[in-house]
């Protein structure tokens, strides 16, 4: 067995994939993974489809080893940093992390999610039907709870023997205001309420986590009361409570709810708002369902791309690389018969 | 019956919202609908999330035909009989007061009652699961007589214990596991609504019914270590 080793992590790190899908009806929150373009790229990296569990960490990073074997890694997200050893990993790429190496994950520097995959997952049992971590309900991640130093981490010595790869394919990078559609219950609302939360820049405040987004600016005032019978939530539902102070729900959102919902943020448009730090100015734009639509296929057809888009990391060694590995010592004969004995 | 309303929410969801209250024949619509969208499993969708009120279906954009999708909404909601069969009816067993239901004696003083006639005013209705949220398994139930109707305490606390039987508001409910609840306890259940690893996992769906039958506090162990060994507890009985 290789095991992927814990030495230390911030107290939110967890394994997120796709999210638990077909419980919301028995009051099971879907969470998952919270920026999936950064975790697509991490798993094609490591020739992975596109939602395997991977570690997702918040704000922090952390250390790991891996004992028993190696393993096949890769970090995506947030300007994140790693190193093997001390020796940095080049950005986009995947890196074999050898048995009693360390990796480093350094700070999240440009948002907050941040994810490392290994190659062919990790063996851990699915709690109905996924290995997402979900806080409240103390579903998924290890035994229902984050990782902690200490904890191990199953991972599958079959999947291990690709060599290091480079993703060639840019980043999915959007910018100006987060695009929503509105309703389902804009009609709460009066049209000047619409207008302003349409037309003002709100901050994302300090209470930000997985399960939602507390922003704060302008009032949002309600035309007919803020109390409703509690109706079905989904990810990017733009909820105003009585303070008239919005807020938007994530991965780790409960299923249902009794405030009146104003937008909802549209698929394309998620995870570049998850990755808006505590203190951001966003905007919202109100776009119809075509332009939401073209967005979405956007995305999966630059997710779909992502595998092709790879390419061995040994063509793009710098001398730095090749010295640090003692690969260009002297001169071999590639043809010649393989020495007997192996020297150093 | 006004016409449901087929609300968007963004371009993964959609929600058809029956009525805005809580009524028996509004939340048998919901689950009617629930069972077409089901059966019918247009392309793309993902689930379904059954509510008091409303039903709101998560899909795939890409995958998804929306117009055909509303079409068909539209059509199945035309003139939709509330699903017309009751779901099953659930015997929970509840040891009720002292330390299992340490809100009892205040709910009974606060309404001018004994702490036996809040026993017996909670355990002779039927209840109903309008719909299952908050948390995994927790049930929302109505029926509760007015009698005992309590607000909701001025503090919550963190933690309750999971089979607390609980009432807030007009409504009642039974914690499924640890959580947090600003409702009043009137006592406890071995019965686990959801457990992990048992089959069924969930052992309530949203139109079933619940009625509880107070027992001895003598009975608890017997009834725990049932539960804890994963069988059920709560008894189907016909209504």
Known sequence: ?344 | MPTPKILPCGDSAVTVEFGATIDPDINGMVLALDDIVRSRAPTGLIETVPTYRSLTIQFDPVATDYDALVALLEAETQNLPPRNAVGRRWRVPVVYGGEYGIDLEEVASLHGLTPNQVIDIHSSAVYRIYMIGFLPGFTYLGGLDKRIATSRRLHPRAKIPAGTIMIGGEQAGIAPMDMPSGWHNLGLTPVRPYAPGRDPVFLFAAGDEIVFEPVEASRWEALEKAALAGEPVAEEVRP
């Open chain 1, 1 to 344: 067995m290789t095991d992927l080793v814990v030495k230390s992590c911030g107290p939110m790190t967890s394994l997120q994939d796709r999210g638990r899908i077909g419980y919301q009806g028995f009051g099971v929150s879907p969470s998952g993974a919270m920026d999936r373009r950064a975790l697509a790229m991490a798993n094609a990296l490591v020739g992975n489809p596109p939602e395997t569990a991977a570690i997702e960490f918040v704000n922090l990073g952390g250390a790991f080893t891996c004992e028993g074997g190696d393993l096949h890694v890769a970090l995506v997200g947030a300007g994140c940093s790693a190193s093997i050893d001390g020796t940095p990993v080049a950005p986009q790429t995947s890196a074999i992390l050898k048995e009693g190496q360390v990796l480093e994950v350094g700070h999240l520097r440009t948002g907050t999610f941040a994810y490392l995959a290994v190659a062919g997952g990790f063996a851990v049992a699915p709690e109905l039907g996924s290995l997402s971590f979900h806080l409240r309900s103390r579903l998924g991640g290890l035994k229902g709870a984050p990782l902690k130093a200490g904890d191990r981490l199953p991972g599958r010595p079959e999947a291990q023997d690709r060599e290091p790869m480079q993703l060639t394919a840019d980043i999915l990078e959007e910018s100006g205001p987060i695009r929503v559609m509105l309703g389902p219950q804009d009609d709460y609302f009066t049209p000047e309420t619409i207008r302003a939360f349409l037309e003002s820049a709100f901050t994302i405040s300090q209470q930000a986590d997985r399960m939602g987004f507390q922003l704060t600016g302008p009032r949002l005032e309600h035309a007919k009361g803020f109390n409703i019978v509690s109706d079905g939530i989904v990810d990017g539902h733009i909820q105003v409570p009585g303070s008239g102070q919005p807020i938007v729900l994530m991965r780790d959102r409960q299923t249902a709810g009794g405030y009146p919902k104003i937008a909802t943020v549209i698929s394309a448009d998620l995870a570049r708002l998850a990755q808006m730090r505590p203190g951001t100015e966003v905007r919202f734009r109100a776009v119809e369902r075509d332009e939401a639509l073209a967005a979405a296929h956007r995305l999966k057809d630059w997710m779909a791309s992502l595998p092709s888009s790879l390419a061995p990391v040994r063509f793009a060694l710098t001398t730095e690389h090749l010295l640090s590995r003692n690969l260009i010592g002297g001169t071999v004969d590639a043809l010649a018969p393989a020495p007997a004995e192996h020297h150093d």
